[in-house]
Nanobody
Framework: QVQLVESGGGLVQVGGSLRLSCAAS????????MGWFRQAPGKEREFVAS????????YYADVVKDRFTISRDNTKNTVSLQMTSLKPEDTAVYYC???????????WGQGTQVTVSS
C-alpha cells in the first residue's frame, strides 16, 4: 500500500512562487512513477506533471510547461513541484499521485490547496 501526503500549499500573489512536496510511505518508492494533478472548483481533475523512477521522461501539461518543475528524491521518498510565475488559473487543489510503471494512477494523496490571488 502506498500512502501519499502533500504539503506546501497556501495563498500566493500573482507572479509568485510556491513549492509543493509529497512524502510517500512505501519501500519501493524509487520504482514508482510519480505525478501531480490538480482540480479547480467546478472542473475535472487534470494532469500537471509526472516523473519516472529514473530517466529523462518527464512530462508537463502545456499550461504549466516552463513555469513548473517536478523533481524527486528517492533517498527521502519525496517528490516536489516547484511552481513559479503563478497565475490565478493555477488556483486548485493539487494532488500527488503514484503508479507502477505501465499501470494507471492508483494512489493519491489527500490534496493541498493552492490559491493565487490577483
Amino acid at each position: 500500500q502506498v500512502q501519499l501526503v502533500e504539503s506546501g500549499g497556501g495563498l500566493v500573489q500573482v507572479g509568485g512562487s510556491l513549492r509543493l512536496s509529497c512524502a510517500a510511505s512505501v519501500r519501493t518508492f524509487s520504482r514508482y512513477t510519480m505525478g501531480w494533478f490538480r482540480q479547480a472548483p467546478g472542473k475535472e481533475r487534470e494532469f500537471v506533471a509526472s516523473i519516472p523512477w529514473s530517466g529523462p521522461n518527464i512530462y508537463y501539461a502545456d499550461v504549466v510547461k516552463d513555469r513548473f518543475t517536478i523533481s524527486r528524491d528517492n533517498t527521502k521518498n519525496t517528490v516536489s513541484l516547484q511552481m513559479t510565475s503563478l497565475k490565478p488559473e493555477d488556483t486548485a487543489v493539487y494532488y500527488c499521485a503514484a503508479r507502477w510503471p505501465g499501470s494507471s494512477w492508483e494512489y493519491w494523496g489527500q490534496g493541498t490547496q493552492v490559491t493565487v490571488s490577483s
